[in-house]
């Protein structure tokens, strides 16, 4: 069964026998590893999940990014802690644009706050655009007029990856090939695939030709071992990605 955290695990184990180095993407953005994985871990929503899969990586000896909503749903200061003290990477996951309604001056306020309350808890190198699908504004778009390098950030994954080097996989839509359903989690890239399932990375992560260096983008809370959880976020996000396909992307 796909989307569980014995499938994640399973996947994990596999890249870590194929040799792979998994660095945290300010790791990457410093010294890239010519064979490297990045783990990106976007906590929108059951940040339970996400320490679920902390230590889960803590316990392979591997790590990744953690990247937090400053609300309520996925800012859990205990836990945020917790998964610095294991040895990953925390940042911000910032929708600023969306939660100021597209002012941008209040926007940028809301970002610096946000990030000062967040460096409390942990240090924050980098930072990540929540996609916010059902709103009109893109926060990326607050970039246009600041630099988020103002603030002691070093890169945002939007911005800072060439993915035309760096392979992109991303679980949007509770599926590996969300692309049609996706209104904001894209990238511009040369690097195609097929992959729907978990399993088909695992097969063909195993043959020849498999990207060398590639970001991972995870959903924690999508991925559970607990029968209603997992049923319960299946009939969810196949109804949003409907929504989403229907009335918000744009082909």
Partial sequence: MDFTEHKYRQLLKLLLSKKYNFQTFDEFLRIPNKKSIILRHDVDLRPENSLTFAKLQNELGVKGVYYFRAVPESWDEQIIRQ???????????????????????????????????????APVATICMHGSPLSK????DLWKTHSYRDFGIIGEPYFDIDFNKVAYLTDTGRRWDGEKVSVRDKVSTTFTHSFKTTDDIITAAKQPGFPNQIMFTFHPQRWNDNPYFWTQELVTQNVKNIIKRYFFVRD
């Avoid at 309604?101 to 409390?120: C, H, P, S, V, Y």
């Fill in 137 to 140: 504004y893109d926060s990326k």
């Fill in 83 to 121: 998964i610095a003290e294991l040895g990953h990477e925390i940042g911000y996951h910032y929708e600023c644009l969306t939660t100021c309604k597209g002012n941008l001056a209040m926007a940028i306020q809301d970002f610096e706050k946000n990030l000062t309350e967040l460096r409390r808890l």
